[in-house]
């Protein structure tokens, strides 16, 4: 029995589909990510799922039961929204233990689990505030704080973390992890970020313009994705695709040359080629001219003009310097790393083999 399941999901807003037939089953204990870009659907997904909205076709249901048109009061469903939606006249203490109040809990359970929660998101010290007197990042946490209240059987999180500095953003994410497994419950949760989707992600959902792209275990589909749009929004930095035409056997761009492999009858190809995989200062690669670099910390990002084709780079800093600006630099590319899609429908059709 799964989680929560889609089935053939759309809505629309004045005539325009927001969501298109979106079947989506997230397995019961895991920790499932919905990726996409803004507007690719993701709130609209979970708001049919708590019930604040009824989809125009298809049906949900939620640990078997079909719940498409039950009131939001019959979902067993722990909801932390975009928006913070706080209670303005209550303190930050009642703001969180309010879903346990509409329960009926003990006062005392009420007050060990309030402070337990409060202690993992570092904010015991706001109690007796109001949400006037919190800034928005104190406020994001006072509402996924309200979140985990509830006794759920599906905790639904939508882009929670957005807006919280970076450090903060890394502690709760390991804490989020590792209240799944200590809850042994679902959670369902949505990001714009791809880094965040892949550092929390057991299952990954790719959304894009109200479309599911590709559903797969989340190394799976990072390693090997199945569609080019997969590869294009999960990963940072964004990986190269490439248009190419092929001929006699052969992807050709900007001076390389690689195999097809076999079966792959069609000439108009996309390739795809991770940035980790693109090998700056190769012995036999092929001559180009640097145009942009970013230092990021531990790694350098490297933007290279090969053959009139900008191509992006990432590697380890170790401590060496990144070549300067309009210098040259030699560009190399493994074949087996080329991943190779059909142009039309985006579906991954292997990789690229070494010439003979």
């Known amino acids: 029995m799964h989680a929560v399941e889609y089935q053939s999901v759309s809505k629309a807003y004045r005539g325009k589909r927001a969501l298109d037939q979106v079947s989506l089953a997230v397995e019961e204990g895991s920790f499932t990510v919905v ?4 507007k690719a659907g993701k709130s609209i997904l979970f708001r049919l799922l708590v019930g604040l909205e009824q989809a125009d076709e298809g049906r949900i249901f939620l640990a078997g039961r079909d719940i498409t048109h039950a009131p939001p009061s019959e979902r067993n469903v722990g909801y932390v929204p975009q928006s913070f939606a706080l209670y303005p006249h209550l303190t930050v203490y009642d703001n969180i233990a309010y879903p346990l109040h509409l329960s009926g809990a003990p006062r005392e359970d009420i007050a060990r689990k309030v402070d337990a929660t409060a202690g993992m998101l570092s904010i015991k010290h706001l109690m ?3 949400p006037d007197q919190l800034s928005g990042g104190e406020k994001q946490r006072v509402a996924v704080a309200r979140g985990l209240m509830k006794d ?12 919280l500095d970076y450090k903060l953003r890394e502690r709760l994410m390991d804490e989020l992890k590792q209240l799944c497994e200590e809850l042994r419950t679902t959670f369902f949760y949505a990001t714009s970020d791809s880094l965040e989707a892949l550092t929390l992600a057991q299952s990954l959902a790719v959304l894009d313009a109200g479309r599911l792209v590709e559903h797969a275990p989340a190394v799976d ?6 569609q080019a749009r997969s ?4 990963g940072f930095p964004r990986a190269n695709l490439i248009d190419c035409v092929a001929r006699d056997g052969c992807a050709q761009f900007a001076g390389f040359s690689f195999g097809l492999p076999e079966g792959v009858s069609t000439s108009d190809l996309i390739l795809g080629l991770r940035p980790e995989h693109v090998l700056v200062g190769a012995p036999e690669g092929l001559e180009g001219k640097v145009t942009i670099v970013e230092h990021l910390g531990s790694e350098i990002v490297l933007y290279a003009d090969v053959g009139g ?7 380890p800093a170790s401590g060496q310097l990144a070549p300067p600006i309009d210098s040259p630099v030699k560009i190399g590319i493994r074949a087996e790393d080329v991943m190779i899609f059909d142009n039309s ?5 292997g990789r690229c083999q070494p010439r003979a």
């Open 345 to 349: 429908s985006g579906r991954f059709l």
């Open 128 to 130: 007796k505030k109001t």
């Open 152 to 163: 759920a059987k599906v905790f639904v999180l939508d882009d929670p973390l957005v807006g």
């Open 231 to 234: 590869l294009e929004i999960v």
């Open 221 to 226: 589909l990072y390693l090997e994705p199945q």
């Open 309 to 315: 084709l900008s191509l992006t780079a990432a590697y």
């Open 35 to 38: 990726c996409g870009p803004p």
